[in-house]
């Protein structure tokens, strides 16, 4: 029997897309960006990324179900962020999937975007482990996670205290005068630098716990290239953007590894924006290797936001015939990690 199809759709961010998968099989990832709307203003600007996902919406769909070679009827189930994100954002996905579930007559799974960048790596590498960490890093978050079912059962260990790990990358490109967001152009630049030029500080290194720190480190860049400044000194740009990057990969495997460690497990997945950077993915992989680490990171377009991944949630999801969301789900911009399916509008108590 072949797996149902099911469309995910995800708005929390920047990103419209708009993904059909069936099992772990990618059918169509259909994203359009509206970043260079937001390029000048070197950051997200939540009202113009909301109407950037009203116009790209249609369109995306189109695009996808064109290129998966499917009709819209031939969809099972619909799925979509609805948290954590940009609250204006999150509701065109959510009234969107909630108009094409109902226009379709198909369930409707209300999901978490966190999760979806964990259930994603499915579609390249197979069914997740039965236990694993996640090491989610991304625009919005850094966090470490139990996880143990992706549809059911994530359990936080630590997570960023201040910025997140793309925050900062994005603020320490602003320092250094490259584009937004700056994960992307740090990770260039830093491939002419010298990672040891500057010793930039590992906010929480030895503290024992799984938490992170990355606001002192962007101060301290910051503090570094105005001094450079100030002297009338050019700023080596590659050399501070290697060093920087240092400092936050280093900081990000040394605790991904200290959490398998804690807690015993053998497999670590790595998701979300910042796990496209080449020097996190070249680090993760020397320092699990000497750890006897299995370690899953998903290509860099598939972790990036996208609609394949919050499909690929959906799949697993429905393969488990949990119960769909109702149709008065709201979305919700700080949905907690731990609730991977928005269930109703109804008040829940656990
Ligand atoms: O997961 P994502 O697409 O959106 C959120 O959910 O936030 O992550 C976006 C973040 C941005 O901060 C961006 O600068 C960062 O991911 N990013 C990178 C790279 N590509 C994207 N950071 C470091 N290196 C990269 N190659
Ligand atoms: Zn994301």
């Not at 989610?136 to 994530?154: E, K, M, P, Q």
């Not at 997945?269 to 680090?283: D, E, M, P």
Request: charged letters at 20%.
């Amino acid at each position: 029997m072949t797996a149902p199809l099911v469309l995910g759709i995800e708005t929390s961010c920047d990103e419209t897309g708009i993904g059909l998968v069936r099992g772990h099989e990618l059918l169509a990832d259909s994203v359009a960006s509206s970043v260079a709307e937001h390029a000048r203003f070197g950051g997200v600007v939540p009202e113009v990324a909301s109407r950037a996902h009203l116009e790209a919406m249609i369109p995306a769909f189109e695009r996808a179900v064109e290129k998966a070679g499917v009709t819209p009827r031939q969809i099972d189930a619909v799925a979509v962020t609805a948290g954590p994100g940009l609250q204006g954002a999150l509701l065109v996905g959510v009234a969107a999937a909630k108009a094409y579930a109902l226009a379709l007559g198909k369930p409707f799974y209300g999901v978490n975007h966190l999760a979806a960048h964990i259930a994603v790596d499915q579609l390249e590498h197979g069914a997740l482990p039965d236990e694993a960490v996640a090491l989610l890093v991304s625009g919005g978050h850094s966090s470490l996670l139990l996880v143990h079912d992706v549809t059911a059962n994530v359990t936080p260990l630590g997570a960023t205290i201040d910025d997140a790990a793309g925050e900062a990358y994005d603020k320490v490109a602003r320092v250094l005068g490259l584009p937004f967001p700056g994960g992307p152009p740090i990770d260039k630049a830093a491939r002419d630098g010298d990672p040891e030029a500057i010793r930039f500080p590992r906010g929480k290194y030895h503290d024992g716990t799984l938490d992170f720190s990355f606001a002192g480190l962007k101060t301290a860049v910051a503090r570094w290239v105005e001094a450079r400044q100030a002297a009338g000194e050019p700023v080596p740009v590659s050399d501070v953007a290697a060093s920087f990057q240092e400092a936050v990969v280093d900081v990000l495997t040394r605790k991904a590894v200290a959490a398998c460690a804690d807690n015993g497990v053998d497999d670590l997945i790595i998701g979300g924006g910042v796990a496209a950077n080449s020097r996190l993915r070249a680090l993760a992989a020397q320092r699990c290797e000497a750890k006897g680490i299995r370690l899953r990171i998903p290509r860099p377009g598939l972790c990036t936001d996208n609609g394949a991944m919050v499909a690929a949630l959906g799949a697993e999801i429905v393969k488990r015939q949990v119960e769909p969301s109702w149709l008065d789900i709201p979305a919700d911009s700080a949905l907690p990690v731990t609730e991977v399916i928005v269930r109703s509008g109804e008040p829940v108590t656990t």
